[in-house]
Protein backbone atom coordinates (compact mmCIF):
# COMPACT_ATOMS: atom_id res chain seq x y z
CA UNK A 1 0.00 0.00 0.00
CA UNK A 2 0.97 3.59 -0.19
CA UNK A 3 0.18 6.26 1.79
CA UNK A 4 -0.03 9.72 0.09
CA UNK A 5 0.51 13.01 2.08
CA UNK A 6 -0.96 16.19 1.60
CA UNK A 7 1.32 19.02 0.42
CA UNK A 8 0.92 20.59 3.74
CA UNK A 9 1.96 17.56 5.49
CA UNK A 10 4.07 18.31 8.48
CA UNK A 11 7.11 16.09 9.95
CA UNK A 12 5.06 14.90 12.92
CA UNK A 13 2.08 13.87 10.95
CA UNK A 14 4.71 11.81 9.00
CA UNK A 15 6.16 10.18 12.13
CA UNK A 16 2.19 9.16 13.41
CA UNK A 17 1.57 7.67 10.16
CA UNK A 18 5.10 5.41 10.42
CA UNK A 19 4.31 4.74 13.92
CA UNK A 20 0.92 3.52 13.42
CA UNK A 21 1.89 1.49 10.79
CA UNK A 22 5.06 0.01 12.62
CA UNK A 23 2.80 -0.71 15.93
CA UNK A 24 1.44 -3.59 13.32
CA UNK A 25 4.61 -5.04 12.68
CA UNK A 26 4.85 -2.96 9.07
CA UNK A 27 7.50 -1.16 7.26
CA UNK A 28 7.03 1.99 6.19
CA UNK A 29 9.50 4.07 3.52
CA UNK A 30 9.34 7.95 3.53
CA UNK A 31 10.09 9.09 -0.21
CA UNK A 32 10.03 12.96 -0.95
CA UNK A 33 9.47 15.26 -3.54
CA UNK A 34 9.35 18.88 -4.15
CA UNK A 35 5.55 18.65 -4.69
CA UNK A 36 4.67 15.41 -2.87
CA UNK A 37 5.00 13.39 -0.02
CA UNK A 38 4.93 9.20 -0.35
CA UNK A 39 4.51 6.56 2.19
CA UNK A 40 5.31 2.95 1.02
CA UNK A 41 3.82 0.02 3.29
CA UNK A 42 5.11 -3.11 3.53
CA UNK A 43 3.37 -5.58 5.53
CA UNK A 44 -0.07 -7.39 5.99
CA UNK A 45 -2.19 -5.25 3.96
CA UNK A 46 -5.58 -6.46 5.83
CA UNK A 47 -3.81 -4.96 9.22
CA UNK A 48 -3.27 -1.48 7.09
CA UNK A 49 -6.82 -1.45 6.20
CA UNK A 50 -8.04 -1.85 10.11
CA UNK A 51 -5.75 1.13 10.50
CA UNK A 52 -8.14 3.23 8.93
CA UNK A 53 -5.15 5.90 8.02
CA UNK A 54 -7.10 8.11 5.43
CA UNK A 55 -8.38 9.73 8.85
CA UNK A 56 -5.38 10.82 9.85
CA UNK A 57 -3.73 14.60 9.66
CA UNK A 58 -2.26 14.41 6.94
CA UNK A 59 -3.01 11.76 4.39
CA UNK A 60 -4.51 12.98 1.24
CA UNK A 61 -4.70 9.14 0.25
CA UNK A 62 -4.26 5.59 0.95
CA UNK A 63 -4.11 3.59 -2.39
CA UNK A 64 -3.50 0.13 -2.75
CA UNK A 65 -0.52 -0.56 -5.47
CA UNK A 66 -0.48 -4.42 -6.56
CA UNK A 67 3.13 -3.72 -8.36
CA UNK A 68 6.42 -4.48 -6.40
CA UNK A 69 8.05 -1.02 -7.38
CA UNK A 70 4.86 1.03 -4.91
CA UNK A 71 6.91 4.61 -4.47
CA UNK A 72 7.11 5.21 -8.13
CA UNK A 73 4.82 2.91 -9.63
CA UNK A 74 1.48 5.34 -8.79
CA UNK A 75 -0.11 6.26 -12.20
CA UNK A 76 -2.62 7.20 -10.71
CA UNK A 77 -3.84 11.00 -8.69
CA UNK A 78 -2.18 12.73 -7.67
CA UNK A 79 -0.90 12.50 -11.42
CA UNK A 80 2.45 12.06 -12.48
CA UNK A 81 5.17 13.83 -11.44
CA UNK A 82 7.09 16.98 -12.20
CA UNK A 83 11.17 16.89 -10.89
CA UNK A 84 12.45 20.33 -10.70
CA UNK A 85 15.98 20.57 -11.21
CA UNK A 86 18.01 23.35 -9.71
CA UNK A 87 15.77 24.42 -7.25
CA UNK A 88 16.78 26.79 -4.79
CA UNK A 89 15.15 29.39 -2.44
CA UNK A 90 15.49 32.47 -5.17
CA UNK A 91 14.84 29.72 -8.50
CA UNK A 92 12.23 27.85 -9.45
CA UNK A 93 13.88 25.26 -11.02
CA UNK A 94 13.90 23.73 -14.18
CA UNK A 95 10.92 21.51 -14.82
CA UNK A 96 10.77 18.04 -16.36
CA UNK A 97 7.36 16.71 -16.72
CA UNK A 98 4.17 16.65 -17.90
CA UNK A 99 3.34 19.70 -20.04
CA UNK A 100 6.89 20.63 -20.63
CA UNK A 101 9.00 18.95 -23.05
CA UNK A 102 12.62 19.62 -21.56
CA UNK A 103 15.94 19.96 -23.68
CA UNK A 104 18.93 18.12 -22.06
CA UNK A 105 21.98 19.29 -24.06
CA UNK A 106 25.82 19.47 -23.67
CA UNK A 107 29.35 18.08 -24.22
CA UNK A 108 29.20 14.53 -24.04
CA UNK A 109 32.78 14.69 -21.94
CA UNK A 110 33.85 17.93 -20.83
CA UNK A 111 37.56 18.44 -22.93
CA UNK A 112 38.59 21.78 -22.10
CA UNK A 113 36.91 25.34 -20.58
CA UNK A 114 36.68 26.57 -24.14
CA UNK A 115 35.26 23.72 -25.38
CA UNK A 116 32.74 23.23 -22.86
CA UNK A 117 31.78 27.06 -22.38
CA UNK A 118 31.39 26.71 -25.98
CA UNK A 119 29.05 24.08 -26.35
CA UNK A 120 26.90 25.10 -23.78
CA UNK A 121 26.34 28.71 -24.98
CA UNK A 122 25.39 25.92 -28.22
CA UNK A 123 23.20 24.27 -26.12
CA UNK A 124 21.57 27.01 -24.74
CA UNK A 125 20.89 29.04 -27.95
CA UNK A 126 19.05 26.07 -29.04
CA UNK A 127 16.53 26.24 -26.54
CA UNK A 128 18.46 23.75 -23.87
CA UNK A 129 17.46 24.13 -20.19
CA UNK A 130 19.49 22.12 -18.32
CA UNK A 131 23.23 21.49 -19.51
CA UNK A 132 24.59 17.93 -19.64
CA UNK A 133 28.11 17.03 -19.86
CA UNK A 134 30.99 14.41 -18.40
CA UNK A 135 33.67 14.95 -16.01
CA UNK A 136 33.96 11.02 -14.98
CA UNK A 137 33.96 8.48 -18.12
CA UNK A 138 33.80 5.04 -18.30
CA UNK A 139 34.39 2.77 -20.95
CA UNK A 140 34.45 -0.67 -22.55
CA UNK A 141 37.97 0.61 -23.85
CA UNK A 142 41.31 1.16 -21.55
CA UNK A 143 42.49 3.55 -24.26
CA UNK A 144 38.84 6.01 -24.41
CA UNK A 145 39.12 9.19 -22.59
CA UNK A 146 38.31 9.07 -18.92
CA UNK A 147 37.24 12.49 -18.84
CA UNK A 148 39.15 15.51 -16.10
CA UNK A 149 37.83 14.37 -13.04
CA UNK A 150 36.96 17.43 -10.61
CA UNK A 151 38.68 19.87 -13.12
CA UNK A 152 35.89 19.15 -15.39
CA UNK A 153 33.35 19.40 -12.62
CA UNK A 154 34.60 22.94 -11.80
CA UNK A 155 34.48 23.81 -15.41
CA UNK A 156 31.07 22.06 -15.98
CA UNK A 157 29.79 24.41 -13.28
CA UNK A 158 31.75 27.72 -13.88
CA UNK A 159 29.84 26.98 -17.82
CA UNK A 160 26.28 26.24 -15.46
CA UNK A 161 26.63 29.31 -14.06
CA UNK A 162 27.75 31.41 -17.15
CA UNK A 163 24.94 30.51 -19.14
CA UNK A 164 22.50 30.12 -16.40
CA UNK A 165 21.96 26.00 -16.78
CA UNK A 166 22.02 24.37 -13.83
CA UNK A 167 24.07 21.12 -14.37
CA UNK A 168 23.57 17.67 -14.99
CA UNK A 169 26.36 14.99 -14.77
CA UNK A 170 27.02 11.12 -14.09
CA UNK A 171 28.44 9.71 -11.48
CA UNK A 172 29.91 6.53 -11.53
CA UNK A 173 31.72 5.89 -7.89
CA UNK A 174 29.92 5.48 -4.58
CA UNK A 175 33.24 7.68 -3.26
CA UNK A 176 32.34 10.31 -5.75
CA UNK A 177 28.75 10.88 -4.95
CA UNK A 178 29.56 13.76 -2.83
CA UNK A 179 32.03 15.17 -4.76
CA UNK A 180 29.90 15.49 -7.80
CA UNK A 181 26.61 16.99 -6.09
CA UNK A 182 28.89 19.55 -4.66
CA UNK A 183 28.83 20.96 -8.74
CA UNK A 184 25.74 19.24 -9.71
CA UNK A 185 22.31 20.13 -9.89
CA UNK A 186 21.47 16.50 -10.97
CA UNK A 187 23.43 13.42 -10.78
CA UNK A 188 22.86 11.31 -13.23
CA UNK A 189 23.15 7.18 -12.76
CA UNK A 190 24.51 5.67 -15.99
CA UNK A 191 23.02 2.50 -17.77
CA UNK A 192 25.81 0.60 -16.70
CA UNK A 193 25.19 1.53 -13.21
CA UNK A 194 21.43 1.23 -13.49
CA UNK A 195 21.74 -1.83 -10.43
CA UNK A 196 24.67 -1.02 -8.89
CA UNK A 197 22.50 -1.06 -5.57
CA UNK A 198 25.20 0.65 -3.84
CA UNK A 199 25.21 4.04 -6.17
CA UNK A 200 21.41 3.67 -5.96
CA UNK A 201 21.85 3.80 -2.33
CA UNK A 202 24.17 6.68 -2.00
CA UNK A 203 22.22 8.93 -4.52
CA UNK A 204 19.32 7.87 -2.87
CA UNK A 205 19.85 9.17 0.61
CA UNK A 206 21.09 13.00 -1.00
CA UNK A 207 18.61 16.14 -1.53
CA UNK A 208 19.12 16.13 -5.08
CA UNK A 209 17.19 14.98 -8.04
CA UNK A 210 18.40 11.58 -10.07
CA UNK A 211 18.13 10.87 -13.97
CA UNK A 212 18.19 7.47 -14.06
CA UNK A 213 19.30 5.33 -17.47
CA UNK A 214 17.77 2.75 -18.53
CA UNK A 215 20.74 -0.37 -18.37
CA UNK A 216 20.69 -1.71 -22.55
CA UNK A 217 20.16 -4.94 -21.12
CA UNK A 218 17.27 -4.06 -18.98
CA UNK A 219 13.75 -5.21 -18.81
CA UNK A 220 11.27 -1.89 -17.95
CA UNK A 221 9.90 -3.28 -14.75
CA UNK A 222 14.12 -4.26 -13.91
CA UNK A 223 14.33 -0.38 -14.48
CA UNK A 224 11.64 0.88 -12.74
CA UNK A 225 12.93 -1.88 -9.29
CA UNK A 226 16.22 0.18 -10.21
CA UNK A 227 14.12 3.62 -9.51
CA UNK A 228 12.14 2.26 -6.14
CA UNK A 229 15.61 1.10 -4.77
CA UNK A 230 16.54 5.49 -4.87
CA UNK A 231 13.20 6.08 -3.53
CA UNK A 232 13.20 3.92 -0.75
CA UNK A 233 15.96 5.55 0.55
CA UNK A 234 13.56 9.44 0.74
CA UNK A 235 14.64 10.55 -2.76
CA UNK A 236 11.33 10.63 -4.92
CA UNK A 237 12.97 13.26 -7.58
CA UNK A 238 13.64 10.53 -10.03
CA UNK A 239 13.64 11.25 -14.09
CA UNK A 240 13.62 8.35 -16.30
CA UNK A 241 15.74 7.83 -19.48
CA UNK A 242 15.47 5.47 -22.03
CA UNK A 243 19.00 5.17 -23.81
CA UNK A 244 18.15 2.13 -26.35
CA UNK A 245 18.76 -1.26 -25.44
CA UNK A 246 20.81 -4.17 -26.92
CA UNK A 247 19.16 -6.47 -29.73
CA UNK A 248 20.11 -8.63 -32.56
CA UNK A 249 20.47 -5.60 -35.17
CA UNK A 250 24.17 -4.25 -35.35
CA UNK A 251 23.07 -1.56 -37.67
CA UNK A 252 23.81 0.82 -33.56
CA UNK A 253 24.83 0.48 -30.83
CA UNK A 254 21.49 0.22 -28.97
CA UNK A 255 17.64 -0.07 -30.21
CA UNK A 256 15.84 2.77 -28.66
CA UNK A 257 12.94 1.08 -27.24
CA UNK A 258 9.88 3.85 -28.44
CA UNK A 259 7.36 1.87 -27.19
CA UNK A 260 8.95 2.53 -23.27
CA UNK A 261 7.77 5.70 -23.00
CA UNK A 262 4.28 5.19 -23.38
CA UNK A 263 4.93 2.12 -21.44
CA UNK A 264 6.21 3.78 -18.85
CA UNK A 265 3.67 6.45 -17.74
CA UNK A 266 1.25 4.26 -18.25
CA UNK A 267 3.02 2.23 -15.30
CA UNK A 268 4.59 4.95 -13.02
CA UNK A 269 4.29 8.95 -12.10
CA UNK A 270 7.87 9.29 -13.22
CA UNK A 271 8.98 11.50 -15.81
CA UNK A 272 10.37 9.88 -18.66
CA UNK A 273 13.25 10.91 -20.89
CA UNK A 274 15.02 9.81 -24.65
CA UNK A 275 18.34 9.48 -25.12
CA UNK A 276 18.60 9.20 -29.21
CA UNK A 277 22.44 10.12 -29.74
CA UNK A 278 23.64 6.91 -27.45
CA UNK A 279 20.92 4.45 -29.27
CA UNK A 280 21.94 5.38 -32.06
CA UNK A 281 25.40 6.62 -32.30
CA UNK A 282 25.16 8.40 -35.12
CA UNK A 283 24.36 12.10 -35.69
CA UNK A 284 22.02 11.96 -38.46
CA UNK A 285 19.59 9.67 -36.68
CA UNK A 286 19.33 12.26 -33.41
CA UNK A 287 16.46 14.23 -35.64
CA UNK A 288 14.05 11.80 -36.51
CA UNK A 289 14.14 9.69 -33.07
CA UNK A 290 13.91 13.06 -31.23
CA UNK A 291 10.85 13.62 -33.18
CA UNK A 292 9.72 10.33 -32.33
CA UNK A 293 10.46 10.50 -28.76
CA UNK A 294 8.25 13.77 -28.59
CA UNK A 295 5.45 12.44 -30.54
CA UNK A 296 5.43 9.30 -28.43
CA UNK A 297 5.11 11.54 -25.14
CA UNK A 298 8.22 12.09 -23.99
CA UNK A 299 9.35 14.82 -21.02
CA UNK A 300 12.06 15.47 -22.89
CA UNK A 301 15.15 14.72 -24.81
CA UNK A 302 19.11 14.61 -24.16
CA UNK A 303 21.46 15.01 -26.65
CA UNK A 304 25.41 15.46 -27.35
CA UNK A 305 26.64 19.12 -28.42
CA UNK A 306 30.02 19.99 -29.43
CA UNK A 307 31.71 22.73 -31.63
CA UNK A 308 33.98 20.49 -33.70
CA UNK A 309 32.44 17.09 -33.77
CA UNK A 310 35.00 15.69 -35.54
CA UNK A 311 37.64 16.58 -32.84
CA UNK A 312 35.82 15.16 -30.11
CA UNK A 313 37.68 12.74 -27.37
CA UNK A 314 34.05 10.81 -26.59
CA UNK A 315 31.41 10.21 -29.12
CA UNK A 316 31.88 12.52 -31.56
CA UNK A 317 29.94 10.89 -34.31
CA UNK A 318 26.34 11.28 -32.34
CA UNK A 319 27.70 15.02 -30.99
CA UNK A 320 25.61 17.58 -33.09
CA UNK A 321 27.04 20.72 -34.41
CA UNK A 322 26.08 24.29 -35.19
CA UNK A 323 23.98 23.35 -38.68
CA UNK A 324 22.26 20.51 -36.31
CA UNK A 325 21.79 21.73 -33.57
CA UNK A 326 19.77 24.56 -34.55
CA UNK A 327 17.45 22.30 -36.92
CA UNK A 328 16.98 20.00 -34.01
CA UNK A 329 15.83 23.20 -31.74
CA UNK A 330 13.29 24.43 -34.98
CA UNK A 331 11.67 20.92 -35.16
CA UNK A 332 11.14 20.92 -31.36
CA UNK A 333 9.25 24.79 -31.56
CA UNK A 334 6.94 23.41 -34.32
CA UNK A 335 6.31 20.10 -33.10
CA UNK A 336 6.08 20.66 -29.44
CA UNK A 337 2.77 22.78 -29.27
CA UNK A 338 1.09 20.29 -31.29
CA UNK A 339 2.12 17.81 -28.54
CA UNK A 340 0.75 20.60 -25.89
CA UNK A 341 4.25 20.60 -24.49
CA UNK A 342 5.75 23.78 -23.91
CA UNK A 343 9.59 24.71 -23.79
CA UNK A 344 11.11 25.09 -20.12
CA UNK A 345 12.44 28.70 -19.39
CA UNK A 346 15.59 29.75 -19.10
CA UNK A 347 17.12 31.48 -15.91
CA UNK A 348 18.69 34.95 -17.05
CA UNK A 349 22.98 34.11 -17.24
CA UNK A 350 25.32 35.54 -15.17
CA UNK A 351 27.77 37.64 -16.87
CA UNK A 352 31.08 36.12 -18.55
Known sequence: M???MTPDATDAHIEAVISRVRQTGGEAFVSRGVHRT?????GDVDRFRALNLRRMAGVADVIRVSTPYKLVGLARPPGRSTVFVGRTDTRPGVP??????????????????EQTFEAAEMARAAGATLLRGGAFRRHSSTLAFEGLGEAGLQILAEAGHATGLPVVTEVTEVGDVELVA????????????????????AVG???KPVLLKRGIQATIEE???????IAQRGNLDIVLCERGIRTFEPAT????????????????????IVDPAHASGRRDLVLPLSRAALAAGADGILIDVHPDPESALCDGPQALGGADIRELASAIRRLAPVMDRRNAEVATPAPF
Open 205 to 207: RLP
Open 2 to 4: VVV
Open 38 to 42: IIGLV
Open 96 to 113: IGPGVFTLLAGPCAVESL
Open 253 to 272: PATLDISAVPMVQSLSHLPI
Open 223 to 229: WLMAAEY
Open 182 to 201: GYADMLQVGARNMQNYALLD
